[in-house]
């Protein structure tokens, strides 16, 4: 019987996709990625175009040829959910054409690949992920989302009535909200830090920490990069700080992972989640659980299924949800390996590059503030700024009526948050300063 793999070239029809962007000369995307899993390897049936060569001068102009929206427009709201490739889109959708064609060939047996999700260990896919954040396959469940991470740590640890979890004030409530929960439920105690505005001292936010903890503090829950403020916060000094009072430290990375290095064994922390439908350009509905090794037996699994109790398969039982996608899980793979091929180096120092030029060019502005770090050190790929005179919603509006650019407002006195991704070019940013340059200079 053949595999639902080698079926893939008997799907030698168009995708859905190109028929609905008729001009698009190459619409199925680069050709193979060396290394990637046998099924891209396949090369779609017309000619695609390879993969630009590193030196190429023209290579991040390619590269944008990789997105579905249209290049009169500009996205920069990364920060809220990343546009996926069409690499990644392309497998995503063949996938799940491949799985409806051969559905009845499926005889839940070791012989065909595995048509559902959340049933499966997928140890080959969480080994790549674990490339990418330093951390072994059996410390990393694969589950849908950020949200999902931080209830299943926040309702699977043990808390008494009085135990202490400190967070920051500049939560998303995907980070947060389960913790308020427990307070609620078990009489837990949920404190918070008042974060810097603008932030720009690490060690003023460990002292901000430490000056909260007391003997109940059980455990400091934060986010690598705060949401509202895009903080990069000094997450090792912090888990330092957790581990030298004997309390656990949880790090929402929703933001992490794709925008900064995220190395989850020289980071210490005791978990992790993550969003990798923001940074890494994943396909929305994949997520990311971390629990290191040797904490994982003080979390309970919290969503339960034939493993639920399964302690010798790592976090194997924290991936228990039931019937899901597996295609989804295919957009995550080929989500990665866009990520290797273009080299996650790369992809930092890029995204940084064109963060940094924003950041530059509003500090020529008088009138521009930036609300966000100016610190290297704390600066990621997003920016926070503001007009005077300007509400945040109404720069949004203004940067896409002139010139289809799209940040997001995070509302007065913030203003928008810009985020630079390798979809982006240094004339986008440029349009981005000289509507801020002219706004100023109106509301001078
Ligand atoms: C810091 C932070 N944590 C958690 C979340 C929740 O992410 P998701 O909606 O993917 O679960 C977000 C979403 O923007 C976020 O910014």
């Not at 209830?151 to 913790?179: F, Q, Y």
């Not at 901000?208 to 903080?231: C, D, G, K, N």
């Not at 922390?269 to 994982?296: E, T, V």
């Not at 976090?315 to 039931?322: A, D, E, L, N, T």
């Amino acid at each position: 019987m053949p595999s639902r793999r080698n079926f893939l070239a008997a799907l030698a029809a168009p995708s859905i996709l190109d028929a609905v962007q008729p001009g698009r000369v190459h619409a199925a995307g680069f050709g193979p990625i060396p290394g990637a899993s046998p099924r891209i390897a396949e090369p779609a049936p017309q000619s695609v175009p390879s993969w630009p060569e590193d030196s190429d001068p023209a290579y991040w102009d390619l590269i944008r040829d990789q997105f579905y929206f249209p290049r009169t427009e500009a996205f920069f709201n990364t920060g809220t959910i990343g546009a996926v490739p069409r690499f990644v889109l392309e497998r995503v959708i063949d996938d799940m054409r491949l799985t409806e064609s051969t559905v009845a060939r499926w005889d839940y047996t070791e012989r065909t690949d595995n048509s559902i999700s959340g049933y499966s260990p997928q140890l080959p896919l969480r080994e790549k992920l674990g490339k990418l954040v330093n951390a072994d396959a059996s410390e990393l469940a694969l589950i849908q989302n950020a949200t999902m991470g931080m209830n299943m740590l926040a309702s699977g640890i043990d808390l008494k009535a009085g135990d202490e979890i400190i967070t920051t004030d500049r939560e998303h409530p995907g980070g947060v909200c389960g913790w308020q929960m427990r307070a609620k439920r078990d009489g837990a105690v949920w404190k918070h830090i008042v974060m810097p505005q603008p932030a720009n001292d690490p060690e003023e936010i460990v002292r901000l920490f430490e000056a909260q903890m007391t003997p109940r503090t059980r455990l400091l829950a934060f986010p690598h990069i705060v949401s509202p403020t895009v903080v990069v916060m000094p997450v090792k000094r912090l888990v330092e700080l957790a581990h030298t009072h004997n309390c656990l430290a949880i790090v929402d990375g929703a933001h992490g992972v794709g925008q900064v290095d995220v190395n989850l064994h020289e980071i210490g922390c005791d978990a992790y989640f993550s969003s990798p439908h923001k940074w890494l350009l994943a396909p929305p509905g994949n997520g990311m659980l971390y629990i290191r090794a040797d904490r994982q037996d003080q979390f309970w699994t919290t969503l339960c299924s034939s493993e639920w109790d399964d302690h010798k398969s790592g976090m194997y039982r924290f991936m228990q949800y039931g019937t899901g996608n597996q295609s989804l899980l295919m957009g995550l793979d080929a989500a990665l390996d866009f990520h290797f091929r273009i080299g996650p180096d790369r992809v930092r120092k890029r995204i940084r590059f064109l963060a940094d030029r924003l950041r530059s060019g509003l500090k020529q502005i008088p009138g521009a503030s930036i609300n966000s770090p100016v610190n290297p050190e704390m600066c990621g790929a997003m920016t926070v700024y503001s007009v005077r005179g300007v509400h945040g919603a109404d720069l949004e509006e203004t940067m896409w009526e002139r010139r289809r650019l799209r940040p997001r407002s995070m509302g007065d006195p913030l203003g928008v948050r810009h985020s630079c991704h390798i979809y982006n070019s240094e004339a986008e940013v440029d349009a981005a300063l000289e509507i801020v340059s002219d706004l100023a200079k109106q509301h001078a």
